[in-house]
């Protein structure tokens, strides 16, 4: 597999702790989390970051590993790890080629990081490797943005302004233009950062995002020797309906 897909798609990661200011507060996706989560078994995040969730869950007193590609994303989280004082293995692997000595009851991957496996071969890799740490009839929880056609038809153009953790304005113009063919929303950002008025800083970033549809969905998880268990439209639970902003899977490893 051309690792190069995710490599170069790493760009909104460059500062982990700006990261950490923007989105540390998220706690939707926890619930759900815990209502599947175990003592009994060590515990799988995918793509964790910065441990965001793998950190809360480790207080609760789950042993849990959190695996993730970018190698600052990890420190910054084992910097936070050990100032709340628990204890987490962080690795630094690419997650369609897991080689962990654990088996697990659980796995889960948030933040729509599923939209980060681009292309169909990558898809496979992941759910492959997943199911290999895991227990028969073990769960794995991720989420994916769902793919509202009507969004995704146009041209998306629109700012943002908010204040960073340097309590400097920053004002960011946005370009999101979608690929009816290969399915990825390529999200371009142009940042101006203002100190008192002035104009101190400009950045340039981007991503690339793949949607997935929900019968395609079906179709991947059925072939990867999953079982759908749920499927909500939010990470309240609510059920999925063609306005849905998100699509939340908990599939199960199915048993012989």
Not at 41 to 50: D, N, R, S, V
Not at 118 to 127: G, Y
Not at 201 to 216: H, V
Request: aromatic fraction near 10%; hydrophobic fraction near 35%; glycine fraction near 6%.
């Amino acid at each position: 597999m051309n690792q190069n897909i995710f490599e170069q798609n790493l760009e909104k990661y460059a500062d982990p702790e700006m990261y950490d200011y923007l989105y540390e507060g998220y706690q939707k996706d926890l619930n759900i989390i815990l209502k599947w989560a175990s003592q009994s078994k060590t515990i799988l995040e995918l793509a964790c970051g910065t441990g965001r969730l793998t950190i809360p869950m480790a207080k609760r007193g789950f042993q849990i590993v959190g695996v993730d590609l970018h190698e600052g994303m990890l420190e910054r989280a084992k910097q936070k790890a050990e100032k709340a004082e628990v204890s987490i293995e962080f690795v630094q692997q690419d997650c369609t080629k897991l080689n962990l000595p654990i088996k697990s009851s659980l796995a889960f991957m948030t933040g729509n990081s599923f939209q980060h496996f681009l292309t169909n071969e990558a898809q496979d890799a992941l759910f492959q490797s997943v199911r290999k740490h895991l227990v028969d009839g073990g769960i794995f929880i991720f989420d994916t943005r769902n793919p509202v056609l009507q969004e995704l038809s146009t041209v998306d153009e629109y700012e943002e302004k908010y204040v960073d953790k340097n309590g400097d304005q920053v004002i960011e113009s946005h370009r999101d233009m979608y690929d009816h063919l290969t399915q990825i929303l390529d999200c371009r950002t142009h940042r101006r950062i203002y100190r008192d008025d002035t104009l101190i800083a400009e950045e340039q970033d981007g991503i690339s995002l793949r949607y997935s549809f929900p019968k395609e969905m079906e179709r991947l998880v059925a072939a990867s020797g999953f079982e759908i268990v749920k499927v909500y439209g939010d990470w309240e639970e609510n059920e999925l309906h063609t306005e849905s902003v998100s699509m939340v899977y908990v599939c199960r490893v199915k048993t012989e």
